[in-house]
């Protein structure tokens, strides 16, 4: 069945149309908006719903949707771990982190747990070089991490 935004989805998109001069600008909280109602990623029907409802050609949705990093582009776990692995993250450990983090929870990088639960990803920067290493579980940040620090919080999310 095709992808289709909610009549609450469908407001809130015409609502971000409106906030600008161009509806092209109206693309990413559109595709934000989308996400959430897709299960937390997007996919060709998600772009093609956009393009009907926006009046904007689905090339035009596509680029901004593969631009970005922060559009899922296939499905993940309940828990979206985002690891940064940037210089100063990976300068404190941030890339041992997110190694830790798939060795505990026995998945590979942007797959999903088994149960469905977690998808641990490497993300380039999330704007916290000072409190690093750091990671982002969906829209929460969490700083100035330990390898069980990070576990025991993944482990207390149900």
Request: hydrophobic share 35%; charged share 25%.
């Amino acid at each position: 069945m095709a992808f289709q935004l909610s009549s609450a989805g469908l407001a809130k998109v015409q609502m971000e149309m409106k906030r600008y001069e161009t509806k092209e600008s109206a693309i990413i909280p559109s595709l934000y908006i989308a996400q959430g109602e897709n299960g937390g990623w997007v996919n060709v029907e998600v772009i093609r719903e956009l393009s009907r409802v926006m009046d904007i050609p689905e090339a035009r949705i596509n680029e901004v949707f593969k631009f970005y990093t922060m559009f899922n582009q296939k499905p993940v776990g309940k828990y979206h771990v985002q690891v940064c692995t940037n210089i100063s993250c990976s300068l404190e450990g941030g890339r041992e982190l997110a190694k830790h983090l798939c060795k505990e929870l026995n998945v590979k990088f942007e797959d999903v747990t088994p149960d469905g639960r977690f998808t641990i990803s490497r993300v380039e920067c999330l704007g916290s070089c000072g409190t690093a290493p750091m990671m982002q579980v969906n829209d929460k940040y969490y700083e100035k991490l330990t390898p069980e620090a990070a576990m025991n919080l993944l482990r207390g999310m149900k």
